[in-house]
């Protein structure tokens, strides 16, 4: 009997997982840290930002290269029950974040490295905003593509026969990702 090793249900609970961590670290830079910025000491200003752009860097970076690599691969490997629609707008959020990071985000950072200008920081915490909604609405996508995903798994294991009557095999539709042979 084959049983599935890694499922496209499984790797969309990943990327919601990771989706998730993206998420809480946005609303976190947002409410918290870029207002926070108002108080540091203007003679250390630039050296502060320049440290804590190397910090963020380390932790966002990695998670955004992640999401960026599951999105791809759950538009290859879309659940049953997930409309495929619903991958497209994911990828297309990511790259409007992407966007927004690169293009203005990070140059608005970079600006504060040379030192405080209030215009900049209100800049910074005004634009943030953008990537704060688009994360939060890819989380409530994710999260509701997850919940249609689960919701056609159960109907087929609550079937009786382990398929639904429309059932496609793996290899075309797509939901298994790595498959092992199980004795």
């Known amino acids: 009997m084959q049983k599935r090793f890694f499922s496209s249900v499984d790797l969309l609970l990943v990327h919601l997982i990771g989706t998730a961590l993206l998420t809480g670290l946005v609303w976190s830079f947002q409410i918290l ?15 502060l930002q320049t440290v804590g752009l190397l910090h963020t860097g380390f932790l966002l970076m990695p998670l955004m290269l992640f999401e960026g690599i599951s999105a791809g691969l759950l538009l290859m490997f879309r659940p049953r029950g997930v409309p495929a629609w619903c991958m497209w707008v994911g990828v297309g959020l990511i790259a409007g974040i992407w966007l927004s990071s690169s293009l203005i985000q990070y140059a608005v950072q970079a600006r504060l490295e040379l030192g405080w200008d209030p215009q900049t920081h209100a800049k910074l915490v005004d634009e943030n905003w953008v990537r704060t909604v688009l994360w939060t609405a890819r989380l409530v996508l994710v999260t509701g593509a997850l919940r249609l995903a689960v919701a ?8 009786g026969t382990g398929t639904p009557s429309d059932a496609r095999t793996p290899s075309t539709s797509g939901n298994a990702i790595a498959s092992v042979t199980m004795r």
């Open 33 to 47: 840290y870029f207002p926070s910025m108002a108080g540091w000491r203007e003679e250390s200003f630039g050296d």
């Open 152 to 159: 056609q798994n159960s109907d087929i294991h609550s079937s």
